[in-house]
Nanobody, 115 residues
Framework: QVQLVESGGGSVQAGGSLRLSCAAS????????IGWYRQAPGKQRELVAD???????NYADSVKGRFTISRDSAKNTVYLQMNSLKPEDTAVYYC?????????WGQGTQVTVFS
């Protein structure tokens, strides 16, 4: 069973920054597009950023210019650097592959942005 482990969440004032980490085995990152998703209370899970095996990146309009997705192959980790955070960024953040059939979802990491 593939395991993706998210970490790095927390509570931060609006305008602040956080860096999330997603760890998994190297093969997972080398063959898949990995995405960061988020789910706010009462809302559907949404894809906010993804990075391909070739390191091409895409962002949702709502986070473009504020969030940066990156990967460190040596550490088998994908990061999400989140700057200029807004209260509407409050959600549980998850990582998973961007595919029709996804891996089991991990626990996620809670991000709370207060004004």
């Amino acid at each position: 069973q593939v395991q993706l482990v998210e970490s790095g969440g927390g509570s931060v004032q609006a305008g602040g920054s956080l860096r999330l980490s997603c760890a998994a085995s190297s093969i997972i990152f080398s063959i898949n597009t990995i995405g960061w998703y988020r789910q706010a209370p009462g809302k559907q899970r949404e894809l906010v950023a993804d990075i391909t095996s070739g390191s091409s990146v895409n962002y949702a309009d709502s986070v473009k210019g504020r969030f940066t997705i990156s990967r460190d192959s040596a550490k088998n980790t994908v990061y999400l650097q989140m700057n200029s955070l807004k209260p509407e960024d409050t959600a549980v953040y998850y990582c998973n592959r961007v595919a029709a059939i996804q891996y089991y979802w991990g626990q996620g990491t809670q991000v709370t942005v207060f004004s």
